[in-house]
């Protein structure tokens, strides 16, 4: 049971920066950072209070912009809070670069860097190399003009809603539609949510050849042949290479699809249709209503928080400790942008969790999703450095992709009826692996992209529709809406907002099924290893944390054919 009284954490007093900074201005930021430029080491002790100090800073920074972003994200029709977002991005961002590619110059010509001790350093030291070698000042209005340019998709996107029954709807309450068993109710709210699509391909076309062009430009700048292998620079990808992603999408390929063809045939057979449309893929084969978990955000928290409870008393503590702060905001409404997150604060040290949920299984699944990444942040609140707590996407996901399966044990909470149940773990494990096929597609996209950056909108139509063709469904009939299929990828709001930001999904659900498939095993022990791996931030490489896990980086078609036999023979229990 819940402690009956949860200890809220609150913010530590600041050390470097005073208590009641309000950043309106960069005249209030700049002696900050220029102390820290000119300050002098005497001693390794010295090295670290500047390390320490410059951690405070970043911390500050990061949750005065991260309450900005949520803002502008939960009600993009206020422009006060567009602009006090954009102040940020414009006004600040800019002039933190030059300073913080000083800084990490300073920090590693320092003659007391090789004494730093403690866990972290080495990983920590290796990512400020990296940074030096492709940072380029001429790159900084250009960053700048793609961050404000990526947001443009959000809002686009914002704006796209349908009519139905009299009814305005946004386009996630319209999904909720295509799990209806009258199968023209289906058609009719996908062809509305198709025409409606169709009124912003040109624009989002056009809006991603500028974020191609400008994104080509910072590559070419930083002396790389392409802004994938930038990417790949910036990101601090130095566990695997762009081979290792083509190895990937030839065992999804190769050992994935086959399987999710299985489960579209015997959709196809249950639902007796000589073709299955676009409109057909997420209604119950056996004709039964959508699962519907809960019926407002209020509930979806309070079931989360006892189910998270019963995985370990840890987990349930750290939601509850955030409804108590009000730090999440779970309801789908007009307005608000898309998508769904955890945004870590790292000063308070408690995230915030955004999504948009209309009552279904998929708004469920959202939620304990977003509940481990929140896990993970609250794990490595205590890390010593701002910096320890910026963890790989690979290793973020895992957090999140485990507590997906590991808790469908304690799914009796939001389904009584024990059928209803079986559908829903049913429907999680055919997820998991219908996931890795469109991870894989939208990888394999981006690569072409960015290595063809020139080339036309009629040639990235022909590539997405050969790569659908490899890694899409193979019984999905898509006459009559070709253009549909053609234009899948804009959906994807990665593609536009955080590029190369993806295939860590693929490889964190393969880690995930390992979780899972250890927790299944002995629970305790596996609970025991995810939190430890969890703890570590980012102090320890990609592969080791998931070996302190229980768990393999690894994406060998022999690994994946081994994980997807394993969810094979859970769905067979079920």
């Known amino acids: 049971m819940l402690k009956e009284k949860i200890e809220v954490p609150t ?7 005073p208590d009641n900074l309000v950043i309106d201005s960069w005249k209030k930021l700049e002696s900050y950072f220029e102390d820290l430029k000119n300050r002098d080491f005497n001693n390794v002790s010295d090295l670290e209070k500047w390390l320490a100090d410059r951690s405070e800073l970043d911390a500050v920074l990061e949750e005065d912009m991260a309450w900005r972003y949520i803002k502008m994200n939960i009600d993009t029709t206020d422009k006060s809070l567009e602009n006090d977002f954009m102040f940020f991005v414009q006004e600040i961002e ?3 670069a030059p300073y913080d590619n000083a800084y990490n110059q300073k920090l590693i010509a320092s003659k007391f860097v090789d004494e730093l001790e403690g866990a972290g350093y080495d990983i920590y030291l290796r990512g400020i190399k ?16 793609l961050q404000a340019d990526a947001q443009k998709y959000g809002a686009i996107a914002a704006q796209m809603s349908i009519e139905y029954d009299g009814k305005e709807m946004t386009l996630q309450q319209a999904a909720q539609l295509l799990k209806d068993t009258d199968r023209q109710v289906r058609q009719d709210i996908y062809q509305k949510v198709a025409d409606r699509r169709a009124m912003e391909v040109d624009a989002l076309n056009d809006l991603y050849n500028q974020l191609i062009s400008k994104r080509t430009q910072v590559a070419k700048n930083a002396g790389f042949d392409n802004y994938r292998d930038y990417m790949f620079a910036a990101m601090g990808r130095f566990d695997y290479t762009a081979k290792d992603c083509f190895d990937f999408h030839n065992a999804i390929a190769n050992e994935v699809v086959p399987a999710t063809t299985v489960f579209e045939k015997e959709r196809k057979q249950q639902l007796g249709y000589d073709t299955l449309k676009p409109w057909d893929s997420d209604v119950d084969a056996e004709g039964k209503s959508p699962l519907k978990p809960f019926d407002n955000g209020a509930k979806l928290l ?9 995985i370990h008393s840890y987990f349930g503590e750290r939601l509850a400790i955030m409804k108590e702060l009000g730090y999440l905001d779970l309801e789908s409404k007009k307005g608000k942008a898309p998508g769904g997150f955890n945004y870590p604060l790292h000063e308070i040290g408690v995230p915030f969790i955004y999504m948009n949920a209309v009552g279904s299984q998929r708004d469920l699944v959202t939620m304990v999703h977003e509940g481990g990444h929140a896990v993970h942040s609250f794990l490595t609140r205590d890390l010593k450095l701002t910096s320890f707590k910026e963890f790989p996407s690979e290793v973020a996901e895992l957090a999140s992709m485990s507590m997906e399966l590991i808790s469908m044990d304690v799914w009796g909470e939001f389904y009584e009826n024990e059928d209803e149940l079986k559908r829903a773990k049913k429907d999680q494990l055919e997820g998991v692996l219908k996931t890795l096929p469109w991870v894989a597609a939208i990888d394999k996209f981006q690569h072409w992209v960015y290595e063809n950056p020139t080339h036309t ?3 990235r139509e022909s590539k997405w529709n050969e790569i659908m063709d490899a890694f899409g469904s193979q019984h999905i009939d898509w006459s009559g809406n070709e253009g549909g299929r053609t234009n899948l990828w804009q959906k994807q709001l990665h593609l536009f907002e955080v590029p190369f930001y993806y295939i860590e999904y693929g490889m964190a659900q393969l880690g995930a099924i390992a979780v899972w498939r250890n927790y299944k095993q002995n629970p305790t022990k596996a609970i025991e290893q995810y ?9 320890k490489s990609i592969s080791e944390i ?3 896990a229980g768990i393999e980086f690894n994406f060998s078609q022999t690994y994946v054919k081994e994980l997807v036999d394993f969810v094979k023979d859970e769905l067979e229990k079920i």
Do not use: H, Q, V, W
């Open 130 to 145: 990296k940074s030096i070698e492709i940072y380029r000042e001429e790159n900084i209005p250009l960053l700048t003009e």
């Open 11 to 17: 913010k530590k007093s600041r050390i470097f920066l």
């Open 531 to 539: 939190m430890d791996a969890l703890s570590l931030g980012y102090t």
């Open 546 to 548: 998931y070996k302190t």
């Open 94 to 96: 800019p002039k933190i």
């Open 457 to 459: 909108i009629n040639e």
């Open 302 to 310: 309070d079931k989360s928080i006892t189910c998270f409870e019963k």
